[in-house]
């Protein structure tokens, strides 16, 4: 199983970009899926999560801003991202729980770059 994250790039303060992630190979069920960021010299934090019940959850930063969806035919999980200012620049990665056969566990994505700047 893996997970492919796209969408990341450049953009000016106050715009917007919506970033989404896949999970391919042989899976029975996805979790909790979720979004997190690592900005250069910190640590990596979480952004945002979303249950199977499609109950989503928050950073205090970005709530209200970005908004977190999944797509369980397509096994994906997506970040839309507004009103973007400098601090949201980092590599994005996705995570996903995930039963593939005889195990579970958390996935990651390989991550993608946002960069917020004028």
């Known amino acids: 199983v893996q997970l492919q994250a796209s969408g990341g790039g450049l953009v000016q303060p106050g715009g917007s970009l919506r970033l989404s992630c896949a999970a391919s190979?042989?899976?029975?069920?996805?979790?909790?899926m979720a979004w997190f960021r690592q900005a250069p010299g910190k640590q990596r934090e979480l952004v945002a999560s979303?249950?199977?019940?499609?109950?989503?959850e928050y950073a205090a930063s970005v709530n209200g801003r970005f908004a977190i969806s999944r797509d369980d035919v397509k096994n994906s999980v997506s970040l839309q991202m507004n009103s973007l200012n400098p601090e949201d620049t980092a590599v994005y990665y996705c995570?996903?729980?995930?039963?593939?056969?005889?195990?579970?566990?958390?996935?990651w994505g390989q991550g993608t770059e946002v960069t917020v700047s004028s």
């Open positions: 190979g042989r899976l029975f069920s996805i979790g909790d």
């Open positions: 995570k996903a729980d995930i039963t593939v056969p005889f195990s579970r566990r958390d996935y």
């Open positions: 979303i249950t199977s019940g499609r109950r989503a």
